[in-house]
């Protein structure tokens, strides 16, 4: 029987563009699901409480939580807001916290990437650092503004995998080079995650889950970028897609089971 085409639904911010309320991502984030994951990715737009989450988590195989400029509301983590001047998403967070857990519990195949990264430990009863460089004890993690595009996502400092975790296993190095543009940060990992690698300063730099029924990986750097010409963002991305596809198949034998057909 040939394997299913993957869905994976990619997350949105809703943005305000050319004076409308819009539901938007960056290409970049789309691109590598269906190139190097090997998946159709599908628009996800931020409806909040109106999302059908049941619905959608029974026609899709996966699951990408995007970086975006908003940072999660920290309310979301018992925390006042330290800078009234941090660009925030409520519909966003409405969206995708709700929909992390469960998706989580049905063991969907979740994949997280900066923003995504820390939404995801939000959603699980971690807590974030609000301004990482104002943080005694680690570097800034933000981009350098007077750099062009490809400077700013150009490799900026190492990230040491754990020894003998998953991510080591997959990426076959005990470290590697990633890019770095973001000011929020790890401030307590959620009890059900496993860090996986760290940046020299001790930040959280990639975790997996400790006992999903599925697939997750969430990493704090944005290996979407430039991700072809990139042989870790490559693993990386190949290994959602090989999840969603196990995922995808495993539901449609639930649907279509050989016995049923051969009846």
């Not at 949105?12 to 050319?18: M, S, V, Y």
């Not at 996502?153 to 543009?181: F, I, K, R, T």
């Not at 307590?188 to 496993?194: D, G, K, Q, V, Y």
């Not at 969430?218 to 072809?228: C, F, G, L, S």
Request: proline share 9%; net charge negative; charged share 15%.
């Amino acid at each position: 029987m040939p394997s299913v085409l993957p869905l994976v639904a990619v997350s949105t911010d809703l943005k305000h563009l050319a004076g409308h309320p819009t539901y938007a991502v960056a290409q970049k984030y789309v691109d590598p699901v269906h190139d190097l994951s090997g998946c159709l990715p599908l628009l996800l737009p931020a409806l909040g409480g109106a999302l059908p989450i049941d619905a959608l988590l029974d026609a899709v195989h996966g699951l990408v939580f995007t970086g975006s400029p908003s940072n999660v509301e920290p309310r979301h983590y018992g925390e006042a807001l330290a800078n009234p001047e941090s660009p925030a998403d409520p519909a966003r967070d409405a969206t995708t916290l709700p929909l992390i857990r469960a998706a989580i519990a049905r063991g969907v195949p979740v994949f997280g990437i900066c923003r995504g990264f820390q939404e995801i430990n939000v959603a699980l009863g971690g807590s974030l650092l609000q301004e990482v460089h104002h943080t005694e004890g680690f570097a800034d993690h933000r981009e350098d503004a007077d750099l062009d595009i490809d400077g700013q996502y150009g490799p900026a400092h190492v990230v040491n995998a754990v020894p003998g975790g998953w991510l080591q296993g997959l990426v076959d190095a005990p470290s590697w080079q990633v890019n770095s543009l973001h000011g929020q940060g790890i401030k307590t990992l959620a009890p059900e995650l496993l860090a996986q690698a760290h940046a020299p300063d001790g930040l959280v730099e990639a975790y997996s889950h400790r006992h999903a029924p599925g697939f997750l990986l969430a990493v704090q750097w944005h290996p979407e970028w430039q991700a072809a010409n990139n042989p870790v963002s490559r693993k990386l991305f190949a290994a959602f897609g090989d999840a969603c596809r196990d995922h995808a198949n495993r539901h449609r034998e639930r649907l279509h089971p050989p016995d049923a057909k051969a009846a």
